[in-house]
């Protein structure tokens, strides 16, 4: 899969667990012998993918040594390219991923995560290995928790054609376009190809140059241009096959995950 690349954002300060990660990023925080990148990047590299593209900001110098001594001491073969997002701490998620844009250009098939959502290997498989030219991994909708969840949003033909997110925490269910159906929980791991990967480019190229001079924070959620290339290509839903998934949002996320006996340990 030489011309598969997968994406991992990960230059957050994560300022909602603010005590844990003043001294680090919660992105190589130990959960028990494994750090969420490790983790992800090992569920990758197991299921082929081998061109990893890292976005790294808050605390860079450190996830970059974590990373590539874990690499080293596992001997894990992976080529990783470590890409520098130097306005981690004033524009959103959404310009993290533009810091990519020209990373991902000799790629067929790119996939896009975040550095701290830890999901069942086998579920990145399932993505991998769907035959789909573009998709989204997604749970059942009895997962959809409508203060947290992302939404994919399906149309008639079952394919999906926006992701919904409720940025107050009231009600996803809510900001859903009319017309639409919920789909199920998106696990916010995308594969993109073909036209849909070509348009993702164009978007993220044309936003990580207008975000470079913007004069006021950019505070995107990560959505906005993968919302728009769906509305013009839409990807297929891919489920998930159980229900591993923890978002490291908070404390307690940390503790569950350090008891998750499904970690790449």
Request: glycine share 8%.
């Amino acid at each position: 899969m030489e011309k598969s690349a997968v994406v991992i954002y990960a230059a957050g300060i994560g300022s909602r667990m603010k005590n844990i990660t003043d001294y680090t990023s919660k992105c190589i925080l130990d959960l028990g012998g494994i750090t969420p990148l490790e983790h992800t990047i090992r569920s990758f590299v197991n299921c082929g993918i081998t061109n990893v593209i890292l976005v790294i900001g808050y605390y860079a110098d450190r996830v970059r040594k974590t990373v590539t001594e874990f690499l080293k001491l596992k001997h894990i073969c992976a080529n990783v390219t470590f890409i520098m997002n130097d306005k981690y701490d004033y524009h959103g998620c959404e310009y993290s991923i533009a810091c990519a844009w020209e990373a991902i250009l000799p790629y067929e098939t790119v996939y896009i995560t975040e550095g701290d959502m830890l999901l069942d290997s086998e579920d990145v498989r399932v993505l991998v290995e769907s035959g789909c030219e573009s998709g989204v991994l997604i749970r059942d909708v009895s997962y959809i928790d409508p203060k947290k969840s992302v939404v994919a949003c399906a149309g008639q033909d079952g394919k999906i054609r926006r992701f919904a997110y409720d940025d107050t925490h009231q009600s996803v269910l809510d900001c859903m376009p009319k017309g639409m159906k919920a789909a199920g929980d998106s696990l916010q791991m995308w594969k993109f190809g073909g036209s849909a990967l070509n348009r993702l480019r164009e978007a993220y190229a044309e936003y990580y140059f207008v975000a470079r001079k913007a004069k006021q924070p950019m505070k995107e959620n990560g959505l906005v241009y993968i919302n728009q290339v769906c509305g013009q290509h839409p990807i297929e839903p891919v489920s998930a096959k159980g229900s591993r998934c923890i978002n490291l949002n908070t404390a307690a996320d940390i503790e569950m995950a350090r008891g998750a006996s499904w970690l790449n340990r």
